[in-house]
């Protein structure tokens, strides 16, 4: 099979997820054409595929995402009929770049001058405390360490843990409610839920009349 030297556009790319947003990016969003609802933010410590580090690793920074399609993490925009991508005229910077047969550019791009939460939303946007506090109360945990000897936790540890499962699940709840968020935009406000980054190391929730709870593996 000879290496390609151009774009087939078999949207190989594409199914594999949405691009990380950078700063030259910015005059896209909102007005621009990409609506927060179509974002998601991967908090600083969620495991991410880092093809620099060569796997997936803790993110050392926060990056905010084209969402996937709902089923998986398959780009929203790329339209499976047509095997194109719907906002290929004001595509992100990582998808002009990208060339699977030649990765130098995009993996310069990888977690450099991207774009938080907090250079998109706008100085008096009610959201901005609320991710603010959010990220004070409910921090990521160290899923690096958990992923490597959860069985090990103290059971204090184990205690502290499921605090902050319920904590932010409260939180989400109350700020949804406060501000009638859909779902695209409480996943580009807190990311997902914390429950749901544990859940690739082995833990489960149960919900029960005393709040959720967590399964150990
Ligand atoms: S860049 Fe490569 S993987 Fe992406 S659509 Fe083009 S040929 Fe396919
Ligand atoms: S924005 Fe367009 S080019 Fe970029 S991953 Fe999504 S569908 Fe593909």
Redesign the pocket.
């Known amino acids: 099979m000879t290496t390609?030297t151009?774009?087939?556009?078999?949207?190989?790319?594409?199914l594999q997820g949405g691009p990380a947003l950078h700063r030259a990016d910015l005059p896209l969003i909102g007005d621009g054409g990409i609506p927060l609802e179509r974002l998601i933010t991967i908090r600083r410590g969620e495991l991410a595929d880092n093809p620099v580090a060569g796997g997936v690793r803790a993110t050392r920074v926060e990056l905010v995402k084209i969402a996937g399609s709902g089923r998986d993490w398959r780009c929203c925009y790329y339209d499976e009929a047509a095997r194109g991508c719907r906002i290929y005229g004001r595509r992100p910077q990582a998808c002009e770049v990208?060339?699977?047969?030649d990765t130098a550019a995009i993996l310069a791009l990888v977690e450099t001058d991207v774009l938080s939460r907090l250079d998109i939303v706008a100085a008096d946007d009610p959201l901005r405390p609320l991710i603010m506090n959010h990220e004070r109360a409910c921090p990521c945990p160290d899923l690096e360490r958990l992923g490597s000897g959860i069985s090990q936790l103290t059971e204090g540890e184990r205690t502290a843990l499921q605090d902050l499962v319920a904590r932010d699940l409260t939180f989400r709840d109350r700020a949804v409610r406060r501000l009638g968020l859909s779902l695209g935009l409480e996943l580009f406000a807190f990311g997902r839920p914390v429950f749901q980054l544990l859940q690739p190391l082995g833990l489960g929730i149960r919900m029960t009349s005393r709040g959720p709870e967590l399964q150990w593996p």
């Open positions: 390609p151009t774009c087939r556009r078999c949207g190989r790319c594409c990208l060339q699977c047969w």
